[in-house]
């Protein structure tokens, strides 16, 4: 039996965000929130982690952990095409498995970060896997900041919208609109594992209409007939961090975890 190529982690963190400036270096629980991150992927058990940097500052925030640190290019037009990059360059065989952990995801389980590399164990599914979780409400579903995803009878993707898809002909009928019980709707959750092969390929491709009229990088896959695996989760992860206030909501999370040894006592 042959076994799987090992998994790479690859964290893309950039200062340069437009919503929270210098976001990878923001203290949380007293230290810099790459320093989190970093530490969510050395629990995951990759055999090596990169930390896909934009300024300086980042690699000396996390010099004295087990990760490598480069600087990648600032033209890349997606988070793909920064791990690309970072493939190329280490000479990644292609069918060595990255798992793109992005820089503000503090809060990143260990366990589901594996368990994704995992769906890419067997060569012949596919060469990219990402995450879904069952819809709770009708509000998400209507919601077009919440990506909904289709899925074959195998588990691949069959497309990926901020429409409410597939739709539910008798329950939307309602009014207001309802959910039967017979059809369980995704929501999709935007971490990704792919072959470092995967990742070749991609940067030569152009960009797809569905892409540009959804907003969705993912849609790019689809077009071009590469499969997506698609793992069902129970739960939603933890959200990352994208405003002050998701900074103050992980800070409390991380403070509470990091208490509750002591209240045994």
């Known amino acids: 039996m042959t076994l799987p190529a090992p998994f790479k982690i690859v964290i893309p963190a950039r200062l340069g965000s437009s919503r929270l400036p210098g976001k990878p270096l923001l203290p949380i629980a007293g230290r810099p929130m790459i320093v989190h991150v970093c530490e969510r992927a050395i629990a995951a058990g990759a055999a090596e982690i990169v930390v896909a940097v934009?300024?300086?500052r980042i690699a000396t925030a996390v010099a004295a952990l087990p990760?490598?640190?480069?600087?990648?290019?600032?033209?890349?037009?997606?988070?793909?095409?920064?791990?690309?990059?970072?493939?190329?360059?280490?000479?990644?065989?292609?069918?060595?498995?990255?798992?793109?952990?992005?820089?503000?995801?503090?809060?990143?389980?260990?366990?589901?970060?594996?368990?994704?590399?995992?769906?890419?164990?067997?060569?012949?599914?596919?060469?990219?896997?990402?995450l879904a979780t069952p819809v709770a409400d009708r509000e998400e579903i209507f919601n077009p900041n919440a990506v909904k995803v289709v899925v074959d009878r195998y588990g691949h993707a069959l497309y990926f919208s901020r429409a409410p898809v597939p739709w539910d002909r008798e329950g939307f009928a309602h009014h207001p609109p309802g959910l039967t019980t017979s059809f369980r709707h995704l929501r999709h959750i935007g971490m990704y594992a792919y072959t470092a092969g995967f990742l070749r390929r991609y940067t030569g491709w152009p960009r797809s209409p569905l892409e540009d009229v959804e907003c969705l990088e993912q849609l790019r896959i689809l077009w071009h007939g590469e499969r997506i695996a698609v793992l069902t989760v129970a739960e939603a992860p933890e959200a990352g961090v994208d405003t002050e206030a998701d900074l103050s909501r992980v800070e409390r999370i991380l403070r509470t975890a990091t208490a509750r040894p002591e209240s045994g006592r």
């Open 54 to 56: 934009d300024d300086a």
């Open 67 to 130: 990760v490598t640190t480069m600087i990648t290019r600032t033209d890349h037009t997606s988070g793909t095409e920064r791990l690309a990059e970072v493939a190329e360059r280490l000479a990644w065989q292609d069918d060595i498995r990255v798992v793109n952990l992005q820089g503000d995801e503090p809060l990143a389980d260990p366990a589901l970060i594996a368990q994704l590399a995992a769906a890419l164990a067997t060569p012949a599914s596919a060469s990219v896997a990402t």
